[in-house]
């Protein structure tokens, strides 16, 4: 009874101070919340400290340097690349001599067998007899044969060595893609803000004019009223490209994994560079023959498309990795088929032996140890068949990558041929637009012409120009993807991060 009115009034205790904590005054509610704020902030500040701050001009290649450095995407897959070298030397090291001391004190009315812990290696096994005993052990072996087991173990690791390291330099074009990408993508935000200025120049001018037109009777009121309504109009649309220019730096601080108070300005342009030049250079190391029609099987491909093919059959690090789990499978395949051949191990033993009652000695064994297993219930055959099975799924993978990588380059050169396309259209498109708006900017100071069609024209000369901003960014774009489409986008090379 005692013990359940303890357990109420607990319970009771518990509800008053609940009702107590709902009870608090709001300031002191938002006392609580400031501090709970204040952790956030303080939270924040450190996980900001840890990203560099960078005040100065960076051009496009300085730009990929600093997010592949900075990048911690990059940066775990460089750590999954150190690990993938961590157990390669592993699987070597089970190939060499293998030594360990131990040492075994005992006492008790019986003997009995004791093994040393499983973690080091290699293992003794002791029998001890009864009565004070104690014996130190040092102990050497070596594996002589092991039906191919650990060679295939140092070549599976190899090879998902190699994967980790193809997979590194994918996440480095990945990243190196997407911050020239952004970097374009800012130049072009930029530049449509400077296409709105330049309308707002010409739209505060013709107000200016229409100004003194109408102080001199020439024009209606109704005409500065448009200009102004114009002029309103273009303002929104400086604040929206400003605006637009800003966020845009904002992700590229985030792509290159800077500070977000990073001060940047950027060095380089889009320019305009003729595909046919860019391609020549780019496949330049592959190109065939003119006199040479390439073909694959029974299908022809145009020579751009074959020797961009080609490279990227050279450089996709994606196709590296496909081709180096197949080879890890293959392995893996080959250490499941050891299982039924024999292993054999050379060893060599010392002791020091001190027991109650018998005159301390010591002693060396040398000799070597065989074991072939005879049955296991169908256990080894289960993992060979398995391991098989993954070694022909890798296979598949590894074709299934080779036609994505074939479709990602058709599609990249048919994107860039079309963005240039595009951009030479956008080119004769602008020039007429100045033109008009020359021609009607004349007729409307001449008074041959309204006011609206010389707003329509300074309208069309806009949106002229920001279309060709755009076909430049997006040529530009292509450019880079089709970079990225043949593995040459610029990246660091890992073996620079660890040996061999």
Not at 260 to 289: K, M, Q, W, Y
Not at 305 to 331: D, M, N
Not at 359 to 387: M, N, Q
Not at 413 to 440: F, I, M, P, S, W
Request: aromatic fraction near 4%; proline fraction near 4%.
């Amino acid at each position: 009874m005692l013990c359940k009115n303890a357990r109420l009034a607990f319970a009771c205790l518990m509800l008053v101070a609940y009702s107590s904590m709902l009870a608090l005054p709001v300031h002191a509610q938002a006392a609580w919340r400031s501090l709970d704020a204040g952790k956030d902030a303080d939270n924040l500040e450190k996980f900001l400290a840890h990203r560099p701050l960078v005040n100065r001009t960076l051009t496009m290649g300085q730009a990929v340097a600093i997010a592949l450095q900075e990048s911690p995407v990059v940066r775990e897959a460089q750590e999954e690349f150190l690990a993938s070298v961590g157990r390669l030397r592993a699987a070597r090291a089970e190939t060499r001599a293998m030594v360990s001391a131990n040492a075994f004190a005992s006492g008790g009315s019986n003997s009995n067998i004791v093994s040393s812990p499983s973690a080091v290696q290699p293992q003794m096994i002791m029998g001890l007899p009864r009565d004070a005993y104690f014996d130190q052990n040092l102990m050497v072996m070596f594996p002589l044969y092991t039906g191919g087991r650990l060679g295939a173990m140092v070549r599976q690791a190899k090879a998902m060595r190699n994967a980790s390291r193809a997979d590194l330099q994918t996440q480095q074009q990945d990243i190196a893609l997407m911050t020239r990408v952004s970097y374009r993508d800012v130049l072009a935000r930029r530049a449509i803000l400077r296409v709105s200025l330049d309308r707002m120049d010409a739209s505060q001018e013709r107000l200016r004019v229409d100004q003194e037109r109408l102080a001199a009777g020439a024009v209606p009121a109704l005409t500065t009223l448009r200009d102004e309504a114009e002029v309103a109009g273009v303002q929104q649309e400086i604040t929206n490209a400003r605006r637009d220019a800003d966020l845009a730096l904002i992700q590229f601080k985030t792509i290159l994994g800077v500070h977000p108070g990073s001060h940047i300005e950027l060095g380089d342009g889009n320019a305009f560079r003729p595909s046919a030049e860019f391609l020549a250079e780019l496949t330049a190391e592959v190109a065939t023959p003119p006199t040479k029609a390439p073909s694959v099987s029974n299908g022809t491909l145009s020579a751009d498309l074959f020797a961009l093919l080609k490279l990227a059959g050279h450089r996709r690090p994606e196709l590296q990795a496909a081709s180096q789990r197949t080879h890890g499978a293959l392995a893996d395949a080959a250490v499941a088929r050891s299982a039924y051949k024999p292993q054999v191990d050379l060893f060599a033993m010392g002791d020091l032996t001190s027991h109650r009652g018998v005159s301390g000695f010591a002693g060396t064994t040398i000799g070597v140890v065989a074991t072939l297993p005879l049955y296991d219930g169908g256990e080894r055959k289960a993992h060979v068949s398995s391991a098989e099975a993954e070694h022909r799924k890798q296979e598949q993978e590894e074709q299934r990558i080779e036609l994505q990588v074939a479709q990602e380059v058709g599609t990249a050169l048919l994107n860039l041929r079309a963005a240039e396309q595009n951009y030479e259209t956008a080119g004769k498109a602008q020039a007429a637009a100045n033109e008009g708006y020359r021609v009607g900017l004349e007729r409307y100071q001449a008074g041959r012409s309204l006011l609206v069609e010389v707003q329509d024209a300074l309208a069309a000369r806009t949106q002229a120009r920001n279309n060709m901003v755009l076909a430049l960014f997006q040529y530009n774009v292509a450019q880079d993807q089709l970079l990225h489409a043949v593995g040459s986008v610029e990246a660091a090379q890992p073996e620079q991060m660890a040996p061999r």
